[in-house]
């Protein structure tokens, strides 16, 4: 984990005779960045705990009985806890967040997709904030002035645009064609793409024991994965097949920068993944080129940040194709 929203000892600067708006909102999300992409199975209640009472103190009273479900955003590797409808933190009061770290005896904590456990330099990971004075009443009356952006709603017409054979497009659909498409996937249309990619198993991943079979828990992460999993951004192989290049990060066609977020949690370093992970990433599970493939034809090939979060959106909404 390399960043946290909100920060360690956010709003324990506050005094008493501070007004009302000093410290942390009531109706905050918490926020966790990671440099290397997630284990979804170990995204779960379990892996974190939120307490109150003393910074560091893992044995005060526990925040919630039902733990909010972290929801993965895959392609910025950020994980958010947002409280439930009518939850919200006590006002003027310490919370402690525990990350539960996995290893020995202990079977929950957030890992990467290969499954190692969290560094860390201190155990449990821990940090702690210190909400405002407002009662929840109050603070619905004052809008969040840094609200956390969602993915755009794509629709399927949208994703088929961007994988589009016209240059300054994805151009996927100039391999990925009606004439001996790579591996069988079709993407010139909802249709092709409905029936080559949403919930059919990548060949590059169909390995397990069940020819062509998917795992809803897979024995080894990345076996038998869908190239679009519905529902599952985390789960799709073709997601995963975007988002070890590099450039597909950038902002735009005429602008190169890739660092841009839609969280609160801080970017801490580079927004795209290293060298490193997409090396691991490659030897794991993620064959073959990265797409969009380059080649002389499709040498202006190009997918962006923007387009990324698009596509993570509508699967995540499902990824109906009528």
Not at 53 to 66: D, M, S, V, Y
Not at 123 to 145: H, I, M
Not at 314 to 320: F, L, P, Q, T
Request: one cysteine or more; charged letters at 20%.
């Amino acid at each position: 984990m390399v960043a946290t929203f909100p920060a360690d000892l956010a709003g324990t600067e506050c005094l008493p005779d501070d007004p009302p708006d000093c410290g942390v909102r009531v109706d905050t999300s918490i926020e966790l960045r990671f440099d290397r992409f997630l284990l979804p199975g170990s995204i779960n209640r379990q892996a974190v705990a939120i307490y109150t009472g003393e910074a560091g103190n893992p044995f005060g009273n526990l925040a919630f009985q039902n733990a909010p479900a972290p929801v993965y955003d895959v392609v910025e590797r950020v994980v958010t806890i947002s409280l439930g409808p009518g939850e919200f933190f006590q006002p003027h009061t310490l919370y402690t967040v525990r990350l539960v770290v996995f290893g020995g005896e202990q079977e929950y904590g957030f890992r990467a997709f290969d499954g190692a456990a969290m560094g860390a330099a201190r155990l449990p990971l821990t940090f702690s904030f210190y909400t405002n004075g407002f009662d929840p009443e109050e603070q619905a009356e004052v809008p969040d002035p840094n609200p956390p952006l969602p993915d755009p709603a794509f629709t399927c017409d949208e994703v088929v645009t961007r994988f589009d054979k016209r240059a300054t497009r994805g151009m996927c659909a100039a391999c990925h064609d009606d004439s001996n498409p790579p591996m069988g996937l079709d993407l010139r249309d909802g249709n092709t793409l409905l029936y080559t990619a949403i919930g059919q198993v990548a060949h590059q991943t169909d390995v397990g024991t069940l020819t062509g079979g998917s795992y809803e828990n897979a024995p080894r992460f990345g076996v038998g994965m869908p190239r679009i999993d519905p529902e599952q951004p985390n789960n799709s192989y073709l997601l995963y097949k975007l988002l070890i290049k590099p450039e597909n990060y950038r902002r735009s066609p005429s602008d190169p920068e890739k660092c841009e977020t839609v969280h609160r949690v801080e970017l801490a370093g580079d927004c795209e993944p290293s060298a490193e992970e997409i090396s691991r990433m490659r030897e794991w599970f993620v064959l073959g080129d990265p797409m969009p493939r380059q080649t002389a034809a499709t040498s202006t090939a190009s997918m962006y940040r923007s387009w990324l979060r698009g596509l993570q959106g509508w699967i995540r909404d499902g990824a109906v194709c009528d």
